[in-house]
């Protein structure tokens, strides 16, 4: 018993110790998930002050990075350390961290935003947004313990307040914005109190009032300084190499701003330097001095050869001289000289370069044979004449290959086909190429973009091209192709731009039997051949693409290809003009199946292609009416279906399609009202001409407000119309005058002699029924 006493002041001990430990444990546990209500309310003011636009968000276009709403996860109630863009402190559950870029907002920005309240945040990130050219608020010096801002590209306009100069512990600032301007004070002031600075991006911003010198008060802990497009005018202090810690240096745009580089002892931890469209032409030779760039960027109407010491910098990587006016031979791995004034192939070393871009020069010869090694060769838009070697397919290493807009001639060589076992790209169009196009693409077929348009090609499209499975363009226009329409090519399942126009395809266009047929396509161009029948409504049922072009949501507004800066470009009718599409949105569609020899009514279902931006189905022989469901289109900037032999009215739904900024309609047998609204009242006399019997504005003949014809009295047609209206009055009067004269000649006639015949059959049945009447 004694034992167990002396027991009991221990185990107490330890239970108070478990306790304790439980208590703290869970107090501990619920700091680190629990944010601070105040913060959460905060937020949720900050927050009601802006709507939701989807297009106040445009992340797509300049990076991967998908816009979405973040805001939206935000509830009243919830934990807001879990809300999308925050991040808490593990222990206060204090907001540290609001990262709402890309995040569709739009509204003025409010300078008692409930925001400047949060005062232990440490980093705000508030780009890509639209704040409708608001000022930036002075309130945004309270954030004291903030160390990196981003407020760039979301619509502030105006001068920087001087107060952000009070933001001392910043580490990275981004305040790119083209409404934005700095001022030469504020600039001085800000360069003296950020100490702490390593990234300072001013792109775009304003900075005509600044010194170019006064960049050298800025902290000498700087890694990354951004100035492109500022308008900065003068020189720059070339002394800013030679910080200790600037990796990155961006003036480019600016083309006002000189700059040149010390002739010798040149020291600087530099990777990066961009002078786009700037006067650097004292610079070149001294570059050599910077051996730790790895991309340099110098399209800065730089003249004379390439000096062979830039051969010298072992880091480099990547360099950009196009649009300069060089001559002269580089070692590089990568080599840019597109855009340049050079003539002979000579001049540029093909040993040890994999990527070469010397396109848009001047070069002449034969095409030339590249190394082995080789994987990116572009070389178009120059003036190469003869024809393909076979040598050519010993490159197996491409993989992409163009050298269209020549004058290349000749056959294709027939071993061409083989380098599609690597090659991503092959581009041809635009030269003099003839025979038969190669027809053994092997199994493994990697080609994603074969573009042939703009030769001579004759024969048959081979088969074989259903062996690219990852094909996505297909581009043989304007060739002697003579051949059925390709259905075969329906399980590609990846093709999304499939262009045959100006070629000599016959027959009919086959409805297939596949549940699921061209999944991807959405660029489809067979103008101009002898294609006969009724529209293909089954192929039409199938284009789900062309239904939504956005629906993978990702790759929405991007360029297609853009491999190593390589867009994918078609050649298309657009709004009437047949161009060149030097890039192509992953979200344009098109539909032409013009100049061909299509009957009957345009089918409905053409109305569910609602990303549809062009619809083309002119000089054909359809008939019918236009289907109303065409007013779902709206996305719409083009309609063309003149020359047909379409009857009635325009239906009143196409008023709906604002989008739409090129109509056609002549030539047809419309007729009635043409709509009004929207952009039919845009719209001139050659959408309509060739249609007798439409009538409306913009044409001569006007309707009612009832949608009937109306003819002005002061007109030939009034005067007509005045004339109808006297004339069957006057008949009228005429025909009751006759009857009258005619029933009392008739009456004097029969009174003085009455025809036997009409005495016996009306007289006597008088009489009759007189007699009858007696009797009863």
Not at 662 to 676: A, E, F, M, T, Y
């Amino acid at each position: 018993m004694g034992f167990s006493l002396k027991l009991c002041p221990l185990v107490f001990l330890l239970l108070f110790f478990l306790a304790f430990s439980f208590s703290s444990s869970s107090s501990s546990s619920s700091a680190t998930q629990l944010c601070s209500h105040e913060h959460a309310t905060f937020l949720l003011q900050f927050s009601s002050a802006f709507s939701i636009n989807k297009s106040a968000s445009e992340c797509e276009y300049f990076s991967s990075v998908k816009s979405y709403s973040k805001t939206l996860s935000w509830k009243e109630g919830t934990d807001c350390c879990f809300w999308d863009g925050i991040t808490c402190d593990n222990i206060t559950g204090n907001v540290i961290d609001l990262d709402l870029s890309c995040s569709n907002l739009y509204g003025s920005f409010p300078s008692n935003s409930s925001l400047f309240l949060i005062k232990s945040l440490e980093s705000l990130n508030l780009s890509n947004n639209d704040f409708n050219l608001s000022k930036i608020p002075r309130e945004i010096g309270q954030f004291v313990s903030l160390k990196h801002l981003d407020l760039s590209y979301s619509l502030f306009s105006g001068q920087f307040p001087n107060e952000i100069t009070h933001l001392s512990k910043l580490v990275s600032l981004n305040l790119s914005n083209f409404e934005l301007k700095l001022e030469e004070a504020t600039f001085k002031s800000l360069a003296q109190n950020l100490s702490e600075i390593r990234e300072l991006i001013l792109s775009e911003v304003n900075l005509s009032s600044l010194n170019p010198r006064y960049v050298m008060n800025l902290s000498s802990s700087l890694i990354d300084l951004d100035l492109s497009s500022s308008d900065l005018e003068g020189k720059f202090p070339h002394n800013i190499l030679q910080f200790p810690n600037l990796k990155s240096l961006t003036l480019g745009g600016s083309e006002q701003l000189t700059i040149s580089l010390p002739k010798s002892n040149l020291s600087s931890p530099l990777e990066f330097l961009d002078l786009e469209y700037m006067r650097c032409s004292e610079l070149f030779h001294s570059i050599s001095d910077l051996k730790s760039l790895k991309v340099l960027i110098l399209e800065c109407n730089l003249e004379g050869s390439i000096p062979s010491s830039i051969g010298n910098l072992s880091q480099l990587s990547m360099v950009d001289l196009s649009s300069n006016n060089l001559s002269g031979n580089d070692t590089l791995e990568y080599l840019n000289l597109s855009h340049n004034f050079l003539m002979a192939l000579e001049q540029i070393p093909w040993r040890n370069i994999r990527t070469l871009d010397i396109r848009s020069n001047m070069l002449q010869g034969v095409f030339p044979v590249p190394p082995i090694k080789m994987i990116f060769l572009l070389i178009s838009t120059n003036n190469l004449s003869g024809e393909i070697s076979s040598e050519l397919c010993k490159a197996n290493s491409l993989e992409i290959l163009d050298f269209s807009h020549n004058n290349l001639s000749g056959m294709i060589p027939n071993c061409l086909p083989k380098l599609s076992k690597s090659l991503f790209v092959l581009n041809m169009q635009a030269n003099r190429f003839h025979g038969n196009m190669p027809s053994m693409f092997p199994k493994g077929c990697r080609i994603q973009n074969f573009n042939l348009h703009g030769n001579q090609m004759e024969g048959l499209l081979p088969r074989s091209l259903v062996n690219c499975r990852m094909l996505e363009v297909l581009d043989i226009g304007n060739n002697n192709i003579k051949d059925t329409f390709p259905y075969w090519l329906e399980s590609l399942p990846k093709l999304q731009v499939l262009v045959l126009r100006s070629n000599k395809f016959h027959g009919f266009v086959h409805n297939t039997k596949a549940n699921s047929s061209f999944p991807k396509l959405r660029v489809l161009d067979l103008s101009n051949n002898n294609f006969v029948g009724p529209l293909p409504v089954h192929y039409i049922e199938n284009l789900k693409a062309m239904v939504n072009a956005q629906e993978d949501g990702k790759n929405s507004a991007q360029y297609m290809g853009g491999r190593f800066s390589y867009e994918y470009s078609i050649m298309v009718t657009m709004k009437g003009l047949f161009i060149e599409l030097e890039k192509v949105l992953t979200i344009f569609s098109s539909f032409d199946l013009s100049k061909n020899k299509f009957v009957g009514e345009i089918p409905k279902v053409i109305g569910k292609l609602s990303s549809l931006k062009g619809l083309n189905l002119s000089h054909n022989n359809l008939n019918g009416s236009i289907p109303h469901s065409l007013g779902n289109l709206t996305n719409l900037e083009w309609l063309d279906l003149s020359s047909n032999e379409l009857v009635g009215e325009i239906p009143q739904e196409l008023v709906s399609l604002t989008s739409l900024s090129v109509l056609d309609l002549s030539n047809n047998q419309l007729d009635g009202c043409i709509p009004q609204g929207n952009q039919f009242n845009t719209f001139e006399n050659s959408s309509y001409k060739g249609n007798p019997m439409l009538y409306g504005f913009p044409l001569t003949k006007s309707c009612d407000g009832n949608g009937m014809l109306q003819q002005p009295l002061g007109s030939f047609h009034g005067k007509v119309h005045k004339l109808w209206e006297f004339g069957w009055r006057v008949v009228l009067l005429g025909y009751v005058c006759g009857l009258v004269f005619g029933l009392l000649m008739g009456y004097f006639a029969f009174q003085i002699g009455k025809p036997k015949w009409f005495v016996t059959l009306f007289v006597g049945q008088h009489n009759q029924k007189a007699r009858n009447v007696k009797k009863a």
